[in-house]
């Protein structure tokens, strides 16, 4: 019993130092209620509004049919396909962070999860501000590692996707429909190597004379991000990513089967990459309503007819959706338990020792008492 009170009352202060913690950094950071509000005060009505737009002369009837109509049995395989994407970027991730002495893949898988999670729910994004603290917590890291670490992760996505644009972008068809797309994915290209050179660029240069608090920390997260895209890392960081959106294509691939839609290896990626790459769009939690507009867009740029998009972007929405909702409530309730049960025995103590501290005087009065008691009497 004694051992199991040290463990709730270990795991209730581990809790609430995390938490203080969070808060700190989320209010160095500009990330407060504030911030949240903000986001929820874009994100919602341009999901509604890019979701009326996808409802837009809808036959409601056929895409009941058509849901209706999907093959169980590949719609599995599809969750599998968008589920096996976290574990290679969780393990992307554990190769760019390179924490000493090396974390389990479990922990960074369970962040990577926990991250989507809570952007599945929260406005705001917040899932990658605690990517960094968790790691720069459980391994003992500088925040600006930490930092670095997920900049790369998240770079190396935004390189893959954006390069599936530019490759995939002259061979579809209705091409004066997508020239504002085209522009996009080049300015992406552009401040991404502006990124890049930046970085390079200042790491080297800030070495010399780092002045300020900001500055220095600017400067380790730059030489960080640089020194984990050189290399045999970065090699194999590079071919995780393409591993990983290569997943999730044949998921994407997976779902249009179930609904009748047939599409290329080229479509795949062009589908890919606007809707990876279109979830940047400020929304609400979860991409609800954007995720439906970017579907139905780029699968109308190659032909595929309103309801049998709307079918898709429903059942692809889910496949990763609801799987990584449910994990992050699954990892929220593992930790709930001990963390109620530390409450409970810190309060139990705490009462013990009031009434204890209350109950003293009475039976162990003090020199100066027994010495006013003696003067009154006489």
């Known amino acids: 019993m004694k051992r199991s009170f040290d463990m709730t009352r270990s795991g209730t202060t581990e809790w609430s130092e995390t938490t203080a913690r969070l808060n700190k950094v989320a209010r160095s950071r500009g990330f407060s209620g504030r911030t ?13 509004a890019l979701l009326m737009l996808s409802l837009r002369s809808l036959d409601g009837r056929a895409l009941h049919e058509s849901l209706h109509s999907a093959n169980p049995a590949v719609l599995a395989l599809a969750v599998c396909a968008s589920s096996l994407v976290y574990v290679v970027q969780a393990a992307r991730w554990r190769l ?40 720069s917590r459980a391994a003992k ?13 998240r770079g190396l996505d935004l390189a893959v996707l954006v390069a599936a644009l530019a490759f995939t972008y002259p061979s579809v068809g209705n091409a004066h429909r997508i020239d504002h797309v085209g522009v996009v994915a080049l300015l992406l290209v552009m401040l991404a190597g502006l990124v890049v050179i930046g970085a390079v660029a200042y790491s080297r240069r ?33 071919m995780l990513s393409l591993l990983a959106w290569g997943l999730w294509s044949a998921s994407a691939w997976l779902v249009a089967s179930s609904v009748g839609i047939p599409l290329t290896p080229l479509d795949l990626l062009f589908v890919t990459a606007v809707i990876n790459l279109g979830v940047a769009i400020p929304s609400s939690p979860g991409f609800i309503g954007t995720y439906q507009w970017l579907s139905v867009w780029s699968l109308g740029v190659l032909g595929v007819n309103h309801t049998s998009a709307f079918a898709f972007s429903i059942l692809m929405h889910a496949a ?43 039976k162990l009065p003090t020199a100066d008492a027994v010495g006013a008691r003696a003067k009154t009497r006489r």
């Open 141 to 153: 890291m500088p925040r600006a590692r930490a930092l670095a670490s997920v900049v790369v992760d």
């Open 96 to 135: 760019v962070a390179q924490p000493s002495p090396p974390l389990p893949f479990r922990r960074f898988l369970d962040w990577a999860v926990g991250a989507i999670a809570v952007n599945n729910v929260v406005p705001g994004r917040p899932g990658d501000l605690l990517r960094i603290e968790w790691l």
């Open 36 to 48: 949240l509000l903000l986001s929820a005060a874009v994100g919602f009505p341009a999901s509604i």
């Open 320 to 362: 990763w959706f609801v799987p990584t909702t449910l994990a992050g409530a699954v990892l929220i309730l593992r930790k709930c338990p001990p963390l109620v049960a530390g409450l409970i025995a810190d309060r139990r103590s705490q009462g013990n020792v009031a009434g204890r501290v209350v109950a003293l005087p009475r």
């Open 206 to 238: 800030a070495r010399r004379a780092p002045v300020g608090r900001l500055r220095s920390f600017v400067t380790n997260v730059a030489c960080e991000v640089c020194s984990r895209v050189r290399g045999w890392r970065g090699v194999a960081a590079v």
